[in-house]
């Protein structure tokens, strides 16, 4: 059983910084990739980011290349997302989860995903 705890969340301006981080605990997550995703009201939970098991492998949403990072140290048991360059459209209650098949990477849909937290919200004003 995985548990997950996301923080980091907040109110920003267009264009400021954020880094959110998920930290997990349990069993069964250190040889699976974990991702981000996020859900804006009114809509579906969206693909952001994932990374394999030992980082050598990163997957972003076309929406948030090049402005969101994520990583992950497997010698504290946490998952990063560094958001720059923020928009409005990134405002949304992010997730952090860890895939279901050990050793896979590339899933991006949720149904791909197991173990979830609760989620952090992020509001980014114009």
């Known amino acids: 059983q995985v548990q997950l705890v996301e923080s980091g969340g907040g109110l920003v301006q267009a264009g400021d910084s954020l880094r959110l981080s998920c930290a997990a605990s349990?069993?069964?997550?250190?040889?699976?990739?974990m991702g981000w995703f996020r859900q804006a009201p009114g809509k579906e939970r969206e693909f952001v980011a994932t990374?394999?098991?030992?980082?050598?492998?990163?997957l972003y949403a076309d929406s948030v290349k090049g402005r969101f990072t994520i990583s992950r140290d497997k010698t504290k048991n946490m998952l990063y997302l560094q958001m720059d360059s923020l928009k409005p459209e990134d405002t949304a209650v992010y997730f952090c989860?860890?895939?279901?098949?050990?050793?896979?990477?590339?899933?991006?849909?949720?149904?791909?995903?197991?173990?979830w937290g609760q989620g952090t919200q992020v509001t980014v004003s114009s």
């Open positions: 990374i394999s098991r030992y980082g050598n492998g990163i």
């Open positions: 989860a860890v895939d279901s098949k050990p050793l896979r990477f590339g899933a991006t849909s949720t149904a791909d995903f197991s173990a």
């Open positions: 349990g069993r069964g997550f250190s040889d699976r990739s």
